[in-house]
């Protein structure tokens, strides 16, 4: 029976996060949305942690809220005691939400009072330090996020961030503190003046991750980036990690969603690898069913051809990709990239591929959807933050088993489009 249960707010933050658990021996399941969470499914209840996969980060705050609540009903359902709020590690929120609102919701719910607020996660290259959060070297507001097409981040200071979004106090507790020790920090985040508060704690390696996983092990609710769970123990060291579907030589995609920096990094390194085809935004608005089966048959002979070298369908490989403007009355760029990619998934699935690389939070997102995946069973790490899952899949309706990664737009390194198949081997 599960005692961990999670809520992450997009998809490839429940993967990153069901990742880290899977690696500190928790035999960890993703539910695909709280209708998942079947209390009779095996799958789950024979899990040490249970992470809900939803797509509430950039959801109407209400709309938001009502799906956390629901998925910690359900987990509360299946016997988890404590819980971990997952967001990304940088930040990724506007004045309204959605982090602020959904944690003031499970706190309420769980009858607490406060809780700590842990964005870092230093494997990716995010620290806070005296309440700043960095992007690798840089503060998060001058990094490539400022420009975030769906949550720009124009602050550092993540209390400064958070304030907004919250009916409670904000507080801070510096590095010196997290340093001092578990003890040290329990007693600072025990003091009147954050009693009720969403304390942000500086962290800038994993072993201050530890110090504050450690302080914070009997609080109903922690909140953070997956780096958090560095700290936590489970019981299942080296064998909580589930085997590949797939085989060698089984037809595999590469689906690229995202427009981040460092998924048009991937994308241009591919490009001199890989078979390709960029989204023609202008043929799936004229004719969507016949680009996706143009993309269908493109994909089809490169299996033919090569085997060994899946096809990239990407949707931007340089800034000037963009589309600046949408035409007048048409589907924005971003809404037709997400349900072109989708149904390309569910097509590709039909056709025989049976591994799939999805770039990009909300690409993923629809990707699973489409799919008709309920379950995800953590299986290899790619890189921090991403990993291999056995999915249960079927998209027309017929049951397949396949292996699927799901990548943060900003996470992964420059080569990953080519070489994640190996942890497959």
Known sequence: MPTLGAIADDFTGATDLATMLVGRGFRTVVAVGPDSLDGADPALTDADAVVVALKSRTAPVDEAVALSRRSLD???ALGCRRFYLKYCSTFDSTPRGNIGPVTDALLDALDARRTVVVPSFPATGRTV??????????????????RHPLTPMLDSRVHRLLEPQTRR??????????RSGPEALRAALDAPERSDALTVVDAVDDRDLAVIAAATED??????????AVGFEGAHRGAARSAPASRPGDPAVVLAGSASAATRAQVAHALDLLPHRRLDLAALRADFDGALAELTAFARRSWAADPGRPPLIYAVATPEDVEK????????ASDLVERALARCASHLVDAGARRLLVAGGETSGAVVSALRARTLAI???IAPGVTWARAEVAPSGRPETIDLALKSGNFGATDIFTTAWEQLA
């Not at 959060?133 to 990094?143: A, I, N, P, R, Y």
């Not at 106090?169 to 997290?178: F, K, S």
């Not at 609080?219 to 958090?228: D, I, K, M, R």
């Open 74 to 76: 359900a987990l509360r």
């Open 129 to 146: 330090y005296r309440g700043r959060l960095f992007v690798h070297d840089e503060l998060l507001d001058e990094s490539p996020m400022r």
């Open 169 to 178: 106090p904000v507080a801070r507790v510096g590095l010196e503190t997290v």
């Open 219 to 228: 609080f109903p609710l922690v909140t953070g980036a997956a780096g958090l």
């Open 325 to 332: 403007e949408t035409p007048a009355g048409a589907e924005p």
């Open 379 to 381: 299986g290899a790490p």
